[in-house]
């Protein structure tokens, strides 16, 4: 049984070289591990360093930024072409638990129709939205990802258990809305059935749109607890600002347009209009360029 890892890079010298390490420790058993590297054109020197320290790793460089979804494509498809079983996205602002792969797999057993997994996710220490909140003793335990939710009536997908202090509250294994990309465990048949990440999205919401589609292709999608990671949050692209205006904006309409049910969708368009009107300076620009069909990297330099 081969799983393969894949870690898409972009600049992320301050935090792959940590994530690479965690992976070292790594409980292997009844199964191959093969770890790629896709870089997405970095300029800081980090897809060197790896290829200096972790000679295991294969890395895939990318001519240019092809965003986290064509990014991610490049490594699926190698990992397909080699014999995956199990594909592992993987952020490289993460740090593993060493049974993280482990448990995955055995959950995938329970039931054959399990096509994506996702595990328990804890802010990084020090890496809370609220740090003054907790007491030293709770950071490592504060919820990031705990399963996801999506409010279809406003298309808004959001995490469950998000800032939470981890008391086995959501120990269950159990269906989730979605499965966030920051670690996505998949089954190669899900890949043949479904295909890849859609390329249209580039950056954010190409998680949600991939689980939905596998749902409707009858495959469950699973929140497995017993798999943990630590996330340094948003390591490689900081909350707010207009990258997040333009990507969410854009790709929240080409989401909820496909998905959502007549009546939000009609709320949608209604926003769209006020944003176009009203909105930030990059909301403006996610609103035109979804409606001039403008996707990928769109506008966004």
């Given at each position: 049984?081969?799983v393969?890892?894949?870690?898409?890079?972009?600049?992320?010298?301050?935090?792959?070289?940590?994530?690479?390490?965690?992976?070292?420790?790594?409980?292997?058993?009844?199964?191959?591990?093969?770890?790629?590297?896709?870089?997405?054109?970095?300029?800081?020197?980090s897809?060197?360093?790896?290829?200096?320290?972790?000679?295991?790793?294969?890395?895939?460089?990318?001519?240019?930024?092809?965003?986290?979804?064509?990014?991610?494509?490049?490594?699926?498809?190698?990992?397909?072409?080699?014999?995956?079983?199990?594909?592992?996205?993987?952020?490289?602002?993460?740090?593993?638990?060493?049974?993280?792969?482990?448990?995955?797999?055995?959950?995938?057993?329970?039931?054959?129709?399990?096509?994506?997994l996702?595990?328990?996710?804890?802010?990084?220490?020090?890496?809370?939205?609220?740090?003054?909140r907790?007491?030293?003793?709770?950071?490592?335990?504060?919820?990031?990802?705990?399963?996801?939710?999506?409010?279809?009536?406003?298309?808004?997908?959001?995490?469950?258990?998000?800032?939470?202090?981890d008391?086995?509250?959501?120990?269950?294994?159990?269906?989730?809305?979605?499965?966030?990309?920051?670690?996505?465990?998949?089954?190669?048949?899900?890949?043949?059935?479904i295909?890849?990440?859609?390329?249209?999205y580039?950056?954010?919401?190409?998680?949600n749109?991939?689980?939905?589609?596998?749902?409707?292709?009858?495959?469950?999608?699973?929140?497995?607890?017993?798999?943990?990671?630590?996330?340094?949050?948003?390591?490689?692209?900081?909350?707010?600002?207009?990258?997040?205006?333009?990507?969410?904006?854009?790709?929240?309409?080409?989401?909820?347009?496909?998905?959502?049910?007549?009546?939000?969708?009609?709320?949608?368009?209604?926003?769209?209009?006020?944003?176009?009107?009203?909105?930030?300076?990059?909301?403006?620009?996610?609103?035109?360029?979804?409606?001039?069909?403008?996707?990928?990297?769109?506008?966004?330099?």
């Amino acid at each position: 049984m081969k799983v393969f890892i894949i870690i898409l890079n972009w600049n992320g010298k301050e935090f792959i070289l940590e994530c690479l390490d965690s992976l070292k420790k790594l409980q292997i058993t009844n199964y191959k591990l093969q770890i790629i590297v896709v870089d997405n054109a970095s300029t800081d020197g980090s897809v060197g360093l790896v290829e200096q320290r972790y000679k295991e790793v294969k890395i895939l460089r990318n001519k240019n930024n092809l965003g986290f979804a064509e990014g991610n494509n490049v490594g699926i498809r190698y990992a397909l072409e080699n014999g995956a079983d199990y594909v592992l996205i993987l952020n490289s602002d993460t740090i593993i638990d060493e049974n993280l792969i482990v448990q995955l797999i055995k959950v995938t057993k329970k039931d054959p129709k399990i096509g994506i997994l996702g595990p328990k996710i804890y802010f990084a220490p020090g890496f809370e939205f609220h740090k003054k909140r907790y007491k030293p003793e709770e950071k490592g335990k504060v919820i990031w990802y705990a399963g996801g939710k999506i409010d279809w009536n406003n298309v808004l997908a959001s995490h469950r258990g998000v800032d939470e202090v981890d008391k086995g509250q959501y120990d269950k294994v159990e269906e989730t809305g979605f499965v966030s990309g920051c670690c996505l465990f998949v089954k190669r048949e899900v890949f043949e059935k479904i295909g890849l990440f859609d390329p249209k999205y580039f950056l954010y919401l190409e998680d949600n749109d991939f689980c939905q589609r596998a749902k409707r292709a009858g495959f469950k999608v699973i929140y497995a607890p017993g798999g943990k990671l630590w996330h340094l949050n948003a390591g490689s692209s900081r909350v707010g600002g207009p990258l997040h205006d333009y990507y969410l904006t854009r790709n929240r309409l080409l989401f909820g347009m496909r998905y959502a049910p007549y009546r939000a969708r009609l709320a949608l368009f209604k926003e769209s209009l006020k944003l176009l009107i009203f909105g930030r300076k990059w909301q403006k620009a996610g609103v035109r360029d979804f409606y001039f069909r403008k996707f990928g990297r769109g506008s966004w330099k």
